[in-house]
Nanobody, 123 residues
Framework: QVQLVESGGGLVQAGGSLRLSCAAS????????MGWFRQAPGKEREFVSA????????YYADSVKGRFTISRDNAKKTMYLQMNSLKPEDTAVYYC????????????????WGQGTQVTVSS
């Protein structure tokens, strides 16, 4: 089973950028589709983005489309989320996870969750 560790969160002003990383253990990273979720205080965990096993296909929530870019490096067993033009409403804990079902955007269809990394965007 893969284990995931997120990093790269922090405090940034509105309009700024951050790049999150999700490092995987094990030798099977390239066989998993992956995704990013986020959870703000008092809110449900919401889908942000997902990427296919090869990295050739990507998916985005409407709220981040055009501002965030998901990518992966299978040789480094790492997935990334480049976040540009950040807004205060992007403030949340960001989690990476393995996508268990093709086309899924529900957290119930993802597994092997990381511990999360906090992103705070000040206005």
């Amino acid at each position: 089973q893969v284990q995931l560790v997120e990093s790269g969160g922090g405090l940034v002003q509105a309009g700024g950028s951050l790049r999150l990383s999700c490092a995987a253990s094990g030798r099977t990273f390239s066989t998993y589709a992956m995704g990013w979720f986020r959870q703000a205080p008092g809110k449900e965990r919401e889908f942000v983005s997902a990427i296919s096993r090869s990295g050739g296909t990507t998916y985005y929530a409407d709220s981040v489309k055009g501002r965030f870019t998901i990518s992966r490096d299978n040789a480094k067993k790492t997935m990334y989320l480049q976040m540009n033009s950040l807004k205060p409403e992007d403030t949340a804990v960001y989690y990476c996870a393995v996508r268990l079902r093709v086309g899924a955007t529900s957290s119930a269809d993802f597994g092997s969750w990381g511990q999360g990394t906090q992103v705070t965007v000040s206005s």
